[in-house]
């Protein structure tokens, strides 16, 4: 991109079910974005994740899932629509992290075997995203009547989404480049200079970070509950961003 440093933008497989069509979009688009200028990719596949169902959020994270998304200066989400809805695996996949997608865009690619691409589906997962702290891109990619699109072989039948697919992986790394950099080099206000902490040194390479957002968050620890502001009813985090090597990391802001 303009800053001579590729974009991380890894391709997310958001369903487990067997005979999911879903895959050959995914690798379709993976492929895509593969071929983008300045963009480097990977297909994530859900199914692949070690998560058990047991327990939910933080509690179930893989090490290896929360590193790509901390990493990522983006996301694209490959969803089907089921019943009007997304999967519920993948927002168990996606809720195992809360702090690695703040001020990030994703983009979403919606898949169903009726006309509509799961348009449905990808309205009702609007807020979730929201709720996270990604940023939506305005336009998706709908692969309707998906049973029509691809070959035995797995292969694209219809070259015009290669070119829909093409167009929305631009609006994404546009997004992702204008946020990566205001996640580094553009801080908030909260407090006046004489009282400001001292900035976050970056534990990957000891550079001063960036504090770009705050966002609530559930107390998860006793120490966490004592700081609890009574107004909101919740805990809010900083969010801080390495202007030097793009680490991310969140801070409990300081006792008033």
Same mark, same amino acid.
């Given at each position: 991109?303009?800053?001579?440093?590729?974009?991380?933008?890894?391709?997310?497989?958001?369903?487990?079910?067997?005979?999911?069509?879903?895959?050959?979009?995914?690798?379709?688009?993976?492929?895509?974005?593969?071929?983008?200028p300045g963009v480097?990719?990977? *297909?994530? @596949?859900? +199914?692949? &994740?070690?998560?058990?169902? =047991?327990?939910?959020? /933080?509690?179930?994270?893989? %090490?290896?899932?929360?590193?790509?998304?901390?990493?990522?200066?983006?996301?694209?989400?490959?969803?089907?629509?089921?019943?009007?809805?997304?999967?519920?695996?993948?927002?168990?996949?996606?809720?195992?992290?809360?702090?690695?997608?703040?001020?990030?865009?994703?983009?979403?690619?919606?898949?169903?075997?009726?006309?509509?691409?799961?348009?449905?589906?990808?309205?009702?997962?609007?807020?979730?995203?929201?709720?996270?702290?990604?940023?939506?891109?305005?336009?998706?990619?709908?692969?309707?009547?998906?049973?029509?699109?691809?070959?035995?072989?797995?292969? *694209?039948? @219809?070259? +015009?989404? &290669?070119?829909?697919?093409? =167009?929305?992986?631009? /609006?994404?790394?546009?997004? %992702?480049?204008?946020?990566?950099?205001?996640?580094?080099?553009?801080?908030?206000?909260?407090?006046?200079?004489?009282?400001?902490?001292?900035?976050?040194?970056?534990p990957a390479c000891?550079?001063?970070?960036?504090?770009?957002?705050?966002?609530?968050?559930?107390?998860?620890?006793?120490?966490?509950?004592?700081?609890?502001?009574?107004?909101?009813g919740c805990l809010?985090?900083?969010?801080?961003?390495?202007?030097?090597?793009?680490?991310?990391?969140?801070?409990?802001?300081?006792?008033?």
């Amino acid at each position: 991109m303009h800053d001579g440093e590729p974009l991380y933008l890894p391709v997310i497989l958001g369903t487990t079910r067997k005979g999911r069509l879903s895959a050959h979009v995914a690798r379709v688009v993976a492929d895509v974005a593969a071929k983008q200028p300045g963009v480097v990719t990977e *297909l994530i @596949d859900m +199914a692949k &994740l070690p998560l058990p169902a =047991d327990d939910a959020g /933080e509690a179930i994270r893989d %090490a290896g899932f929360a590193a790509k998304m901390n990493r990522a200066d983006g996301l694209v989400v490959v969803t089907p629509e089921y019943n009007h809805s997304f999967p519920g695996l993948l927002k168990h996949a996606l809720d195992s992290c809360l702090e690695q997608y703040i001020h990030k865009p994703v983009g979403l690619i919606g898949v169903a075997a009726g006309p509509f691409g799961g348009a449905r589906g990808i309205q009702s997962f609007l807020p979730v995203l929201r709720e996270l702290g990604l940023v939506a891109t305005f336009s998706d990619v709908y692969f309707g009547s998906v049973h029509n699109l691809f070959d035995e072989a797995g292969r *694209l039948q @219809d070259e +015009a989404y &290669l070119r829909r697919t093409r =167009d929305f992986l631009d /609006e994404l790394a546009w997004m %992702a480049t204008a946020l990566r950099w205001g996640r580094r080099n553009v801080g908030i206000e909260d407090a006046p200079a004489e009282q400001a902490p001292e900035p976050l040194a970056c534990p990957a390479c000891g550079a001063p970070m960036n504090h770009h957002a705050n966002k609530p968050v559930d107390p998860r620890s006793a120490d966490e509950a004592a700081r609890v502001d009574p107004a909101l009813g919740c805990l809010t985090v900083e969010a801080h961003c390495c202007p030097a090597c793009g680490h991310g990391e969140t801070r409990a802001p300081a006792a008033v």
